[in-house]
T-cell receptor, first 117, second 113 residues
């Protein structure tokens, strides 16, 4: 149980275009979704936190106008990379807390490899 | 500031050669220390959560232990299928985000036949 389905798994886009990444909680309600970015041989870095029905909160240094997050329902959170540039190429992963709040565990999506050409 | 440091960065073992991975951390008020396995191009897969010093958890060939300053992931008689990157993370209170995970850079493990 507690599966987060993330799509697409890979996407290649042209510089200047926008890309949407979706994360769906399949068998539970995700009131919170964390969005991470991972560069090669680096750790997962938290970008932002989305909460259902409210505005996302962004970590320092992350441009909220570039990385648009929407969490309109308890089972869907989306990250849109707007006007993508090659430096936005990375591995994006979503994660939701499970097991009764923030003290139990976190389940992760399978990740999206974004390549901007 | 919360910090998570993993060592070694990479480890190569022969099949059956046991070893340990280290995760040292500094955090104001540990709520949980997590171990994950990550295969190339995939999201992290949950292994263990440890909450207090002295706690130990086991799963097949893996055993995780926790002290007040560090955690170890012991791998006994590893097999090639144990090859992956092992990530350590602490649950940290972020001023804007509630409780999120703060990750180390991981240890890349390669087990050769």
């Amino acid at each position: 149980g507690a599966v987060v389905s993330q799509h697409p798994s890979r996407v290649i886009c042209k510089s200047g275009t926008s890309v949407k990444i979706e994360c769906r909680s399949l068998d539970f309600q995700a009131t919170t979704m964390f969005w991470y970015r991972q560069f090669p041989k680096q750790s997962l870095m938290l970008m932002a936190t989305s909460n259902e029905g409210s505005k996302a909160t962004y970590e320092q240094g992350v441009e909220k106008d570039k990385f648009l997050i929407n969490h309109a329902s308890l089972t869907l959170s989306t990250l849109t990379v707007t006007s993508a540039h090659p430096e936005d190429s990375s591995f994006y992963i979503c994660s939701a807390p499970i097991g009764g709040g923030h003290g139990y565990g976190y389940t992760f999506g399978s990740g999206t490899r974004l390549t901007v050409v | 500031e919360d910090q998570v440091t993993q060592s070694p960065e990479a480890l190569r073992l022969q099949e059956g050669e046991s070893s340990s991975l280290n995760c040292s951390y500094t955090v104001s008020g540990l709520r949980g220390l997590f171990w994950y396995r990550q295969d190339p191009g995939k999201g992290p897969e949950f292994l263990f959560t440890l909450y207090s010093a002295g706690e130990e958890k086991e799963k097949e060939r893996l055993k995780a232990t926790l002290t007040k300053k560090e955690s170890f992931l012991h791998i006994t008689a590893p097999k090639p299928e144990d090859s992956a990157t092992y990530l350590c993370a602490v649950q940290a209170l972020r001023s804007n985000s509630g409780y999120a995970l703060n990750f180390g850079k991981g240890t890349s493990l390669l087990v050769t036949p």
